[in-house]
């Protein structure tokens, strides 16, 4: 199985796995800051490309657009910015129509209404008003490593990672880490559904002291 064959698999399984699941399991990869725009009701996974910005100049992020294959999810270290908001809703739409899966940003984005309005899975640090606009500065970097940090959590994010993302929150985990943890993910997957729709039924039903 080579390497694409690997990426597909594991996105495909991780899918159906809740990212509270594998924070039952590790914190590797986890960005604690990084929420959804809007409510993401499944699991989102995909390829991650990054992107670096280095100023307000943030043409890389068009770039990175068009470079990515479908189902990738885009990954913008935009500190640098401050609170400046890099992505937005006419981004989004054409993240929509490049049918990527998602996007990360390491900052701020903007336009979070009509985000929620096109239902595509935006996770950020934060909402701004303050946006960027075009400039010459120095030229942001695709596919360089990401070093995000936050208090005492530091993750490296590379180009070929997987994110795993939903309403909970954002893992972003190496290849190697994604295949480790998967069967334990599964097994532990299973087990709390099981268990949940078991009282959740009881619950609807008015059966619950048929349980204990």
Known sequence: MDDIDIIDTLIENYTGIATSTIGHLTEVGYLPDIKAL?????????????????????????????QAQPND???????????????????????????LAGVIVIGQA??????????????????SAVTTFKSHEAKGVLGADIR????????????????????????????EVAQQLLHDCQDKHQQD???????FDAYKNNQLDLLF
């Open 193 to 199: 559904e099981t268990k949940f729709r078991l009282f």
């Open 38 to 66: 809007s409510s993401c009701t499944h699991t989102v996974a995909g390829k991650v490309v990054t992107v670096i910005l280095n100023s307000d100049n943030t043409e890389v992020i068009n770039q990175a657009l068009i």
């Open 148 to 175: 995000y940090r936050f208090g005492a959590q530091s993750s490296l994010i590379r180009s070929g990672d997987i994110a795993i993302m939903d309403n909970d929150g954002v893992f972003v985990l190496p290849l």
């Open 73 to 99: 999810v885009l990954c913008i270290d935009a500190q640098v910015l401050g609170i400046k908001a890099c992505w937005g809703a006419l981004r989004t739409c054409a993240a929509i129509y490049e049918k």
């Open 110 to 127: 903007t336009d979070s209404l009509q985000i929620q309005q096109l239902g595509f899975p935006v996770f950020a640090q934060g909402v």
